[in-house]
């Protein structure tokens, strides 16, 4: 058996066609289809289903393959571990991050990049929290950035980085005074446009709303934070947005961003990676950093001010 056939068998599962899985790997399809078919024979069982295309692995196939991942995972670690000890770490870390947090993710891959210069980073924004955690547990990411106010298990290690709070976002000509706040009632009376209801920050806002005994009726939905504000700067909308992207954004000109009250509502978010032991070294650098970076002070402060 060979690492190089676990890969086919891997990347096949994650591209679900055999022609992008042969040009993922840098192999002809019919290398890639005889790997698979010396990997069946060596197993003993079937591992893909095959008609005139890709049609999804078999029952033996989905179990085989939580192997390959992670004994690839472990092959990866090692490499990793075996170049920290020649020449420091070095590799590719790949982060994902749900919409909300993404403009977080940039006050903890500065300092990482700045600590390991050999190391290049990854980062996928504007994943959904179940595909950040899926992602973290199949070994296609190091680390994910997402929501901690739910039951994580046992198979995950999270270290707390803030907590998400909101603010009515609006025309200035249609916003309160200055100093003012709002409550979501306040907010469910405007022409709203929110995040996508699959996502967990959209679920977040809808069970605060649902709180206060109301019901969000966005007219626009996006699976982008920054589309929000696009669409509020077009003068049409309003829009419920976390606090955390006007550290990116600040308050655009034009607009306003207003705390929301009544009732206050505050969500953790954190670094979520394998709790795994070993830890690998990529993930180990990336939550000894995190421990020590004050993401929540940071996020406090808007751009401009000292």
């Known amino acids: 058996m ?3 056939q676990l890969e086919y068998l891997v990347t ?4 679900r066609h055999f ?9 002809s399809q019919p290398a890639l289809s005889e790997g698979l078919r010396k990997l069946e024979e060596e197993l003993g069982v079937p591992l893909v289903r095959r008609g005139r295309s890709y049609e999804g692995l078999t029952p033996e196939g989905e179990r085989i393959l939580v192997r390959a991942r992670r004994i690839l995972a472990d ?10 000890l020649r020449t420091g770490l070095s590799g590719r870390l790949r982060i994902g991050a749900v919409p909300t947090a993404s403009g977080a993710v940039a006050l903890l891959t500065g300092p990482f990049c700045a600590a390991h210069p050999l190391v290049t980073v990854e980062v996928r924004a504007g994943l959904r929290s179940r595909d950040v955690l899926g992602g973290v547990r199949d070994f296609e990411l190091d680390a994910g950035i997402t929501y901690l106010h739910r039951e994580l298990g046992e198979e995950f ?6 907590e998400e709070r909101y603010v009515l976002l609006t025309d200035a000509a249609d916003s309160p005074a200055p100093g003012a706040t709002a409550t979501w009632q306040d907010a469910s009376r405007l022409p709203l446009c929110l995040l996508d209801g699959a996502m967990e920050g959209r679920r977040v806002i809808d069970e605060v709303f649902a709180g206060a005994g109301l019901r969000a009726a966005p007219r626009l939905e996006t699976d982008s934070v920054a589309a929000l504000f696009a669409q509020v700067r077009a003068g049409r909308w ?18 306003r961003a207003v705390p929301l009250t009544a009732p206050e509502r505050t969500v953790p978010v954190g670094l979520v990676v394998s709790a795994r032991e070993p830890a690998p070294v990529l993930a180990r650098a990336l939550t000894g950093l995190a421990d020590g970076v004050d993401v929540a002070g940071a996020l406090e402060h808007l751009p401009g001010e000292a």
């Open 2 to 4: 060979l690492l190089r």
């Open 12 to 15: 096949l599962s994650r591209e």
């Open 19 to 27: 022609a992008r899985a042969a040009r993922s790997c840098h192999v």
């Open 75 to 84: 092959r990866d670690a090692l490499e990793h571990e075996a170049g920290a």
């Open 157 to 162: 290690r999270a270290v707390p980085l803030y």
């Open 238 to 255: 309003a829009s419920v947005v976390p606090y955390a992207w006007l550290h990116v954004f600040g308050v655009p000109p034009g607009m």
